[in-house]
């Protein structure tokens, strides 16, 4: 038969897993598919039980994640869900205007650090991690290092954050091992630019705070407008002036990798090894040797690619298995940080994101034929392209600045997770429908989840469910959602043709309607993604290459009932709209394909694709 539906959410990915936990010492090797499942997992809300939601909220009004309340009753969950890794979100010590003095560390200035809890990209201690994610502040490392045994045994891998472009103005370690040199130390401060300098440096010039409140009405502890740095260092976003103003990185100070930044055309300074260098290698390789099996590399394209080719390939000769993913919006540059940098993954957001989102929302000017534009921007490294539709930086899908329905991202998911051979992100809240409502306090009420402030996740708190993490709480809409992206990811897993098959777009003349077809030397499959609010009819014209290249030579000539990956079609079909404009759902019986049609080199068959939904099938 032709339009035969093989999705199976029972399946268990974790049977399928190996090499995870690779830089840790492990008595078994197991597998992990070639298309790697990333869960974004911000640690600060991840486990947060607490609904009160106060905009500024305290860590004991609002309450916070922790290490701890990762359970392995959550870690199994994640699993079951399809993930293969674990991105754990804000783990190194950051900038807070937060005091833990039971462990002995004082809050920083409120001046410059941005929200009550603060940027977790504002990193204040390369060798430790934030003691609010402790359940005990002393021993906040050994909780950590707890957690990655538990990813471990649970065959995932885990993946922290790598932040080297920047540091937060107060940074300073003190948990660094015994002879490491601290970031500024021995720096010439009397000069702009200095090949070994750790920072960038305006003598003679005190920073500047820009006007700022860090609390909003409310006055934080030691908030004056004032930060002592002098001289003042270049501010973290390429600024080169004393008094940065509020929408720059204020809060952070630019790390020098060797390049003069106010003379780029002058030679680089890269013989012999410049000192920021070697000390970000020695941060890599005492996280690898944690156990951390991969880095997601923060504004990776804001630092050298001759830095990234010397410290990938450095890690890697000890941690052959390190993944490493880059942060990167420049598309002109993507081949060099994959072939020079060694970059495993790069961020997709300049293209597959940017041409998916549109569609979603439903805007009138969005075309399908943008996904075709996005996909010929990473050609020959397709496989090397990070794919999401939600992240830390990026609005929620169901907010009410974005599509605002969370079923308004199934077709989008179904084309970012299936159409390429590389990883796929989910961010915590994502697949059950996060609203990312509420100003939490710095940067308002936006669509997004606040990195900076103390804050608990709705829609995800209902999955949690007092800690039990079995979605107890979740509404209808949420739980068809969360099966979506379960009946998804266990999908991938379950077939090697998306991870590693060729593709083939499918000419559709219904707007916004995206086609494709999956397939290898013994299998295919369409992918059908309806980004409407309103059902389509969908001729889809297959050619006879790929019945040849995946070795299928028997047609159909009968009729077959499609699945869709968001409600089974077979029991659905559209019913008028709601009084807000919403299409609504209900179970009314049979919807068929067309008897297909072998005509000359193509394949004709005709199927119903209901409104926010996409089916996959295989080709017999």
Known sequence: MILAVLLSVGCNPATNSSDLNQNATQDTVKTIPVKPIIYQLMVRHFSNTNTTRKTWGTLEENGIGKFNGITDSALIALKDLGITHVWYTGVLEHATATAFPGAGIAADDADVVKGRLGSPYAIKDYYDVSPALADDPKQRLAEFDALLKRTHAQGLQAIIDFVPNHVARSYHSDAKPAGVADLGEGDDITKPFAPNNNFYYLPGEEFVVPKYDPLGKEKAPGEDGKFTESPAKATGNNVFKAAPSVDDWFETAKLNYGIDMQAPDQPKHFDPVPSTWTKMRDILLYWAGKGVDGFRCDMAEMVPVEFWAWVTKSVKEKYPKTVFIAEI?????????????????????????????????????????????????SEGFDGSMLRFLENHDEQRIAAKDFAGDPRAGIPGMAVTALIGGGPVLIYNGQESGEKGEGAEGFGGEDGRTSIFDYWGVPAHQAWVNGGKFDGGGLDQIQQDVRAFYTKLLHLIHSEQVFSDGERMILPTTE??????????????????????????????????????KAHLTQFASHETTAIGLLYDFAAQKVEPKDSAGNATFKAVGDSKVTEPKKEGIKLVSKVMVPPWNAFVTELF
């Open 329 to 377: 919006y420049n598309p002109a540059i993507y081949k060099d940080y994959v072939v020079t940098g060694g970059f495993d993954y790069l961020y997709d957001k300049v293209g597959l994101y940017d041409k998916v989102r549109p569609l979603m929302e439903g805007k009138p000017e969005a075309k399908v034929t943008g996904i075709t534009e996005a996909l010929q921007q």
């Open 511 to 548: 707007p916004g309607v995206f086609a494709f077809v999956r397939y290898n030397d013994s299998s295919a499959f369409v992918v059908v993604a309806n980004f409407n609010r309103q059902h389509y009819w969908v001729n889809l014209e297959i050619p006879e290459e790929v019945f040849a």
